[in-house]
């Protein structure tokens, strides 16, 4: 695809459940991102994976939160027993290199009831 | 570790006026800094980035960006604002020394351009 795509796009659940969000990055991008942004607030880093190299999950807020990255490409973000603060819009973004822009992704906006 | 201060939680500016959104940031090495965008119900967009060379960078929609490493600042400017540069503004920052991609985003900073 032309850009990073993610989904879904909105996810509505019970506080306790666990949610999977996706996020598809930009073909040839080595490097995938995910990111949290709470109502208002700027971005919060989670993890992120370069390559083969093991991932960067200094961000992760706890460890109910964990993430994949299939075959260099696809990545899932896992939520475990969901709680109402984790409401918020969680970013996925791709890049080339170390220099290189992130392309974001339209995000999820996820909420926990 | 790497930092990222957004000073102003909001700037507002008459439109056909020069504008500046600030930024400072801390990080043990030297650093890459980027400005990013996020219109109304839109994605984030890239704006510019500094990696090397210049201080002076030059961006897209006529934004420019000066690096001063002795005042740890790399803010951003407009000669003059449109009304649709109104959006949330996000400086961040990545610490070249550490290797690693890890990138520290600003809490933004929100701009309104009036008519």
Redesign the interface.
Known sequence: GAGVSQSPSNKVTEKGKDVELRCDPISGHTALYWYRQSLGQGLEFLIYFQGNSAPDKSGLPSDRFSAERTGGSVSTLTIQRTQQEDSAVYLCASSFGEEDTQYFGPGTRLTVL | AQSVA?PEDQVNVAEGNPLTVKCTYSVSGNP?L?W?VQYPNR????LL?Y?TGDNLVKGSYGFEAEFNKSQTSFHLKKPSALVSDSALY?C?V?D?ST??????????TRLFVKA
């Open positions: 957004q890459y980027f990013y994605g984030l967009q890239f980035k990696i996000f961040a990545r070249r290797g690693g991609f890890k990138t520290i985003f600003g809490a933004g």
